[in-house]
């Protein structure tokens, strides 16, 4: 007797309106949708939606030689601290070069520099100076395991910067990924305007806050420019940096010399900025009492925003950026501050542009490609095993359907690989059903009863549709691993669909064939 739980058929039926209602979303406006039921419809990738893919390149040159300069920089006021005799210092894209002042020693050398960066490593040599006399040099450079380890954080500090430049309001859905060990990828489906994806992404947006060069100054003098190239001789030495600001928002102010209202940017700098830029302001105030007026220069990425005069010890942690024409650039500005400053310069290597024609045709034909490969199953499967088969076709249907809401509900991007992964799924899950229904003629053959026949085809089926599944699942696995883009999207598809055509063939349709065969006892089979 064959007895099919009451519950299992709940369950299969709770399972399929549950899915229904995953799936649901892709027909259904967000408008038209409930407001407290969760909307996530299935994502199209760029190959089927349109929209922008760059390939950019990290210049690690630039990066190195910004934090060698750092380094350089740091390596100074350690010096003049330590009352230590004036050395030559240059700082490359390569390491750190400087003469051992006289009575320093190696050991003290390496004892700064382990406090700058314990990543640090030095190497020693000696130098002729003059005909007789030769002094000691020292070159500083990261330890290669450093290197690495630094272009790393990089990248991923990249493409955090990237996603937040780019995905501002968190609708975009952009697909960002390293590609090598200097390389970033970024497809933007659905947005069709590259330039000004490049206008993102073409700037570091380094935020400094610099003191404009006086006669008390020290150190490293550099010479920046404005937006209407004038000259402004700094202080090398950042006070303050992005990192210290909190927050950034675009609005208007007054010009304190016009009374007219200008667009500018308003920063709000945490704790610690908050503290520093106070006992700047201080200093500057106290010079301004002396007849020794400051200025701090705020730069972004090289080029002089604005240098305001420093009157008044500023305590409230906020600061203005002037001098933007219009409250859109303001807003720009205020994008990039807030999104973080880029660790390295990125250099655009490819650029292309998928129109939104050629991912309607895409779908179009994926969608025909599998209705037809659905199609082609189904009457193979009725006409070769009858009424297993249409069980089978059955599944099949119940296949697509659980596979399109995991889709949904895992917020996975469909590709055309995604849809060629569906109809290969399609194929699989056809595969086991046929294993299955050869078993059970095979059982009729020996002259097994229907029950016994169908229980054991599907017993004896099982560890051959397990075997062969996990190897392909293995295979999807290192697919997503080793892929990219596209690629993944199969991998996934694929992944998913080989787990759903296991359950649909092993559980679904034995157990409607149990129902079957408890609704209608039978002594032959049609197969």
């Not at 303001?330 to 400053?341: I, N």
């Not at 392909?472 to 596209?486: N, S």
Request: with cysteine; hydrophobic share 45%.
């Amino acid at each position: 007797m064959v007895y099919v739980s009451r519950w299992k058929l709940i369950s299969f039926f709770l399972l399929v309106c549950f899915s229904t209602l995953l799936l649901l979303p892709n027909f259904v406006a967000k408008d038209q949708w409930p407001s407290w039921l969760f909307y996530r419809p299935i994502a199209l990738g760029l190959d089927l939606r349109g929209g922008v893919d760059l390939s950019l390149e990290a210049d690690f040159n630039s990066f190195f030689s910004d934090q060698y300069t750092q380094i350089a920089n740091n390596l100074r006021k350690q010096i003049r601290e330590k009352k230590w005799s004036y050395t030559r210092i240059t700082a490359t894209a390569e390491d750190v070069n400087f003469i051992l002042p006289t009575g320093v020693s190696q050991t003290q050398v390496s004892e700064v520099l382990s406090q700058i960066d314990p990543a640090l490593v030095v190497a020693f040599s000696s130098e002729a100076a003059g005909q007789t006399k030769e002094r000691m040099k020292a070159t500083i450079s990261f330890h290669p395991r450093a290197v690495i380890t630094l272009k790393k954080k990089t990248l991923d500090r990249s493409i955090e910067v990237i996603r937040r430049r780019i995905d501002t309001q968190g609708t975009l859905d952009p697909y960002i990924q390293t590609q090598g060990d200097n390389r970033i990828i970024i497809q933007v489906p659905g947005f069709h305007d590259p330039q000004m994806v490049k206008n993102l992404l073409g700037k570091t947006a380094k935020l400094t806050f610099q003191w404009v060069w006086n006669k008390e100054s020290e150190g490293q003098k550099v010479t920046l420019k404005d937006k209407e190239n004038r000259d402004y001789p700094l202080e090398n030495e950042a006070l303050l940096t992005g990192e210290d600001v909190t927050g950034a928002k675009a609005g208007y102010h007054t010009n304190a010399q016009t009374g007219a209202q200008e667009a500018g940017v308003f920063l709000e700098f945490g704790s610690k900025g908050a503290r520093y830029f106070s006992d700047l302001t201080r200093k500057g105030a106290a010079s301004f009492e002396k007849g020794d007026p400051r200025y701090i220069a705020i730069v972004l990425d090289q080029t002089v925003l604005s240098a305001p005069l420093i009157k008044h010890q500023i305590n409230d942690g906020h600061a203005v950026i002037t001098g933007e024409t219009s409250i859109e650039k303001a807003q720009e500005l205020a994008a990039l501050v807030r999104s973080g400053s880029l660790p390295a310069p990125l250099n655009i290597l490819e650029e292309k542009v998928v129109g939104p024609g050629l991912g309607e045709d895409s779908i179009r034909y994926g969608t025909w490609a599998t209705l037809w490969a659905v199609l082609g199953v189904c009457v193979f499967m009725i006409l070769s095993y009858s009424f297993f088969g249409l069980l089978s076709v059955i599944g099949v249907v119940f296949n697509l359907l659980f596979l399109m809401a995991a889709l949904s509900a895992l917020g996975a991007t469909l590709t055309l690989p995604g849809i060629a992964g569906i109809a290969l799924t399609i194929g699989m899950a056809v595969d086991a059903n046929v294993l299955i229904n050869e078993r059970i003629k095979e059982e009729l053959r020996l002259g097994r009863k229907v029950i016994t026949a169908v229980h054991s085809g599907y017993r004896r089926a099982m560890n051959s549709i397990v075997d062969s599944n996990l190897t392909t699942l293995i295979g999807t696995a290192l697919l997503y691993g080793f892929g990219a883009g596209p690629v993944r999207g199969l991998a996934i598809t694929m992944a998913l669909g080989i787990v759903i055509s296991m359950f649909t063939a092993l559980s679904l349709t034995h157990n409607l064939a149990n129902f079957w065969l408890q609704k209608y006892p039978r002594k032959t089979l049609p197969l």
